[in-house]
Structure formats: structure tokens, C-alpha cells
């Protein structure tokens, strides 16, 4: 072996190792809970979480990392005349620095923003940006004639708004798909109208129909102001070819923005490549990748977009402030981060940015496409289970919608926690569209849905049960998971008999019998005072 494969190969078990290091060291990984069996019998097993998709249970390494920051410099930033106020604002670039070197940032061109509710405030910043909600009625409601006295009236009233409305008016138009969450289904039609918002299709197996996608750019050609795409679908887990759909969309005149919060935390990104296959905005969701109560974060060239503030207005964010007036700072996060901040939620997302960039999210894909075959192996091979997406595990994240036929989705979820420990989540995970065309389910169907939630009854709402892998995820979890989904088809008889759905789509017990809660907020507090 050579001096440098030996290098390499040095590298690659030390990464590894990290892995290892990180991986059974998560808050609450390690514990058992009490269940019930159908019968009301009282027992515990082991726990096991299998919801990573919705939230990520957080690492040790961050966990004793936030402890470190309250024992030492808990204090607010946005100050350099004490320790602890420098240490916090220092925390807070470091963590900004982080996520950028995770999803490999353009060095001189992109910032990167923090936002406050997740994925979902970063888009719809981005929306507010592009499409101003001032402006929004040029495009969204004013039609001909309507829209060019509307615009023309603008510009007498902001001459310096002209060179904006010409771009919305010239460039309308958002593509979206059928994979993406609501999170980044509904800005784009609230910022520029169902009218102006272009769907890409999904084939039989629930991937993006990239001839379909190819179409519509060539059908909208200049139009087309932005293809807001998911890197990885938070359904089925499967995978979309961001710089091939990044590619296709510059070579019209257009931006890409891809929601990598189910993406980031299972495949290497790299926005920048060097040419036409950058990615121009990119967003991502703390709270998924290991930090939990964390937040957002919007990722791009952002220093000339906009004008004034896209965001809230309030302290920290401006130059100088009269009893009549105020200036707010040019620097745009300075600018459009106003308040105090998130602070623990945003030092523990840079500690695990860093985290995963130390371990290699090479080695994290790695192992986990390891386990998403081995998962999909034995999901499949229990007899009747219904199981969504691609079957082919190089083509998704670890991300599994399933099934149980004769069991509402609800149903089979909670009976999978009640008996068995196994959280897991259930419904259409905010992705209606895409859940209720991988279910085929036809037009009448959904009118008889839609009639039924006019009338404050869910009960009936057609939906999933998604199994979500972590970094702590084990094959022992996967055949804890294959072990209960197997009982729930043998046992769905006697299971639907002891399980209601209120109108609220939420499952019951017919018994009233139901474990112990795992957390109880009165108790946590007044076990300090005996």
C-alpha cells in the first residue's frame, strides 16, 4: 500500500470511528417504555424511534456541548464588552460558518441566513424576497390591462421599484413538483398565484418525471423565475438529481432552490460546482439534523436581494432610530435577523453542522444506504404490507412510507407504539398532494374527503405510516419494525376492533387503556421542590 492509500485509508477508519463514537450516543436513545398489550396487560420494551424525519433526537456531543455554553457564557449577543457576550455572538458565526461548510457554499457569493421556523421560514423569506407581498398583486390577481395600470402606478409612487416589477411581470412563474411538503407548495401560490405555479408530475414509483420537468421548461422557456424543487422527498425518501434539475433550469434564465431539510441530513451537498450546475438557494431544517428546537436556515446569494426589510423589524437591525424615522444596517444579516435570537437552538445546529462534517456525510450516506437495503428488504418481504416509492434503495434517503391494508394509518401507528414501543408517524406529513397520488386516490374519493373535513370529520383522511431512519438506527430497530408490522397483519382484526378514530383523525383505545406519558411538564418541576 502506498504512503498516500495508506493516508487515505487512516482517514477513512478515523471517520469511521467518529461514526461509531456518535451514533448510540443520543439523549433518550438508550431507555424502555412502558406498552400495553391488546389485552391491557402492562409491560415495557425497549424504545424505539423511528420518527427522525419529523425530529432528530439530539447527540450527547451536543447536548454536553449546550451545557458547556450555559455553565460557561450564557448571555445574549450582539456585544464585545463582555466575555460572555462575545463568546455567544462568536457561537452564533461560528454555527452560521458550519452549516455553510456542510453543504459546500459558494466561499465569495453565498450567506447564510437563520431563520426561525424551520425550512418553512426560509422559503418563505425567499418568497417575500423575490415576490414582495406589496408588489404581489401585479402578478397574483391584475391581468392585462389591469396589471400594466397597476404596475405603472407603482413606479410613479417608487420609481426604483421599476426594474423589480419588470422582472416579476417578465418572470411569473414558479415550478414546483408534486414530491415537495406544503412548506414549499404554499408561499410560492400565496407570492404568485395557483395561475402562476407550475407542477411537475411523479412517475409510477413516486420519483420526479424529469421528462415531464424538461417539458415545462421548454413549454415556459424565459418566464420561468425560479424551479423550487425537493432534494429528498420527507414521504418516500426519494432522491431528485439537484444539479442535473439545477442544469436545466439556468439554461433557461432560471434559479433553483432546492429544500434539502430531508436531504442534508443523509447526503453530501455540495452547492457550489463551479458552473451551471450550482445550486443557487438552498434550505435546510435544523431541528432534522440532530439539533432539536433549533432552527432555519436560507443559504445563497443573498446580499443583493430585496430591498429594506424582507423579515420582522425590530431591535439589532438598524443603524440609528428616531422618534420619525429609522436606518437599517446594508449587512443582510444583521438586517433581516431582528431580535434576540434563537441562541441555544442555533448554537446546537452549528455544533451539529460540525458534527457531521467531521464524521464525512460520505460515511453517514454510506452506512445508512447499508441499512435503507436492509430495511427495505425485510419491509418487503412481510406479506401484505404495502410499501411506497422506489424499491430500489440507491434511489431514496432512509425515508419509508408503508401500510397495513384493513387498518387506518392512524391505527397502526398507534398500535405500533401502545404494544411495541416503535415511534413512528403517521398521516400525509404535510405533503397531500403527493401522498394522495401515491394512494391513486381517484377525484371522486378526494371530493367525498374534502366533503367530510367541510363537516370537521377526519377520521376517514387517507394517509401513511412512515418509518424514518437516524444515525443511531440499527437493523435490530428495522426488525423491531418488520416484528411489529407483522403482528399488526396478523392481529388486524382484533386491532381495529380496540381502536377508534375521532373526528379529529386521532386513534383511541376502546379500553381507555394507554401507557403511562413518558414526560409530564408539572412533574418535571415539582420533583425540585419534593
Not at 48 to 73: E, K, N, R, W
Not at 108 to 114: G, I, P, Q, W
Request: charged residues 25%.
Amino acid at each position: 500500500m502506498s504512503e498516500t492509500s495508506a493516508e487515505t485509508h487512516e482517514l477513512a477508519a478515523d471517520r469511521r470511528a467518529r461514526l461509531d463514537a456518535v451514533r448510540h450516543a443520543f439523549r433518550g436513545l438508550h431507555r424502555a417504555d412502558p406498552v400495553l398489550d391488546l389485552d391491557g396487560r402492562p409491560g415495557s420494551r425497549r424504545r424505539v424511534y423511528l420518527d427522525s424525519t419529523a425530529t432528530t433526537l439530539m447527540p450527547d456531543l451536543v447536548s454536553a456541548g449546550l451545557g458547556d455554553y450555559f455553565d460557561c457564557a450564557s448571555a445574549n449577543s450582539h456585544t464585545v464588552v463582555h466575555r460572555a457576550g462575545r463568546a455567544t455572538t462568536r457561537a452564533i458565526e461560528a454555527s452560521r460558518r458550519a452549516v455553510g461548510v456542510l453543504v459546500g457554499k459558494h466561499p465569495e457569493r453565498d450567506v447564510v441566513l437563520l431563520e426561525g421556523n424551520g425550512a418553512t421560514g426560509a422559503i418563505n423569506f425567499l418568497a417575500r424576497a423575490l415576490f414582495p407581498p406589496e408588489l404581489r398583486a401585479i402578478c397574483k390577481r391584475a391581468q392585462g390591462q389591469d396589471a400594466d395600470d397597476l404596475a405603472a402606478a407603482f413606479v410613479r409612487a417608487d420609481p426604483s421599484l421599476k426594474e423589480r416589477i419588470e422582472i416579476m411581470r417578465e418572470r411569473p412563474l414558479v415550478v414546483i413538483s408534486l414530491l415537495e411538503h406544503h412548506s414549499n407548495i404554499l408561499p410560492w401560490i400565496e407570492a404568485v398565484g395557483r395561475h402562476h405555479v407550475r407542477v411537475v408530475g411523479v412517475t409510477s414509483d413516486g420519483r420526479l418525471d424529469l421528462e415531464h420537468y424538461e417539458r415545462l421548461l421548454r413549454e415556459e422557456g424565459h418566464r420561468v423565475r425560479l424551479c423550487a424543487l425537493s432534494g429528498a422527498s420527507n414521504v418516500t425518501g426519494v432522491l431528485t438529481p439537484v444539479h442535473d434539475l439545477a442544469e436545466r433550469a439556468h439554461a433557461v434564465g432560471a434559479q433553483i432552490m432546492v429544500d434539502a431539510a430531508q436531504l442534508a441530513p443523509h447526503r453530501p451537498i455540495q452547492m457550489a460546482q463551479g458552473g451551471p450546475r450550482d445550486l443557487d438557494y438552498l434550505v435546510v431544517s435544523g431541528h432534522k439534523m440532530y439539533a432539536p428546537g433549533s432552527r432555519g436556515v436560507l443559504v445563497g446569494p443573498l446580499e443583493g436581494i430585496g430591498c429594506g426589510c424582507v423579515g420582522d423589524v425590530g431591535g439589532g437591525m438598524v443603524e440609528y432610530v428616531s422618534r420619525d424615522d429609522f436606518r437599517v444596517k446594508q449587512e443582510i444579516t444583521a438586517r433581516e435577523e431582528a431580535g434576540t435570537p434563537n441562541i441555544p437552538g442555533t448554537i446546537a445546529l452549528g455544533m451539529a453542522a460540525r458534527m457531521l462534517s467531521r464524521i464525512g456525510m460520505d460515511v453517514v450516506a454510506a452506512e445508512e444506504s447499508a441499512l435503507v437495503e436492509y430495511a427495505l428488504e425485510h419491509l418487503l418481504a412481510v406479506d401484505g404490507l404495502r410499501v411506497y416509492g422506489p424499491h430500489d434503495p440507491h434511489a431514496r434517503v432512509g425515508v419509508i412510507a408503508v401500510n397495513v391494508p384493513g387498518l387506518r394509518h392512524a391505527v397502526t401507528a398507534a398500535y405500533l407504539d401502545d404494544v411495541h414501543a416503535i415511534a413512528v408517524r403517521n398521516d400525509c406529513f404535510c405533503a397531500h398532494p403527493y401522498v394522495k397520488a401515491l394512494l391513486e386516490c381517484p377525484d371522486e374519493v378526494e371530493a367525498r374527503h374534502r366533503a367530510a373535513l367541510d363537516a370537521g370529520d377526519r377520521s376517514q383522511f387517507p394517509g401513511m405510516v412512515r418509518v424514518s431512519l437516524g444515525l443511531y438506527t440499527t437493523r435490530d430497530d428495522i426488525d423491531a419494525a418488520c416484528e411489529g408490522l407483522r403482528a399488526a397483519l396478523r392481529d388486524r382484526t382484533r386491532i381495529a376492533e380496540r381502536y377508534a378514530v375521532d373526528p379529529h383523525g386521532d386513534p383511541r383505545r376502546i379500553d381507555r387503556a394507554v401507557p403511562e406519558p413518558v414526560f409530564d411538564l408539572d412533574r418535571a418541576v415539582d420533583r425540585w421542590f419534593g
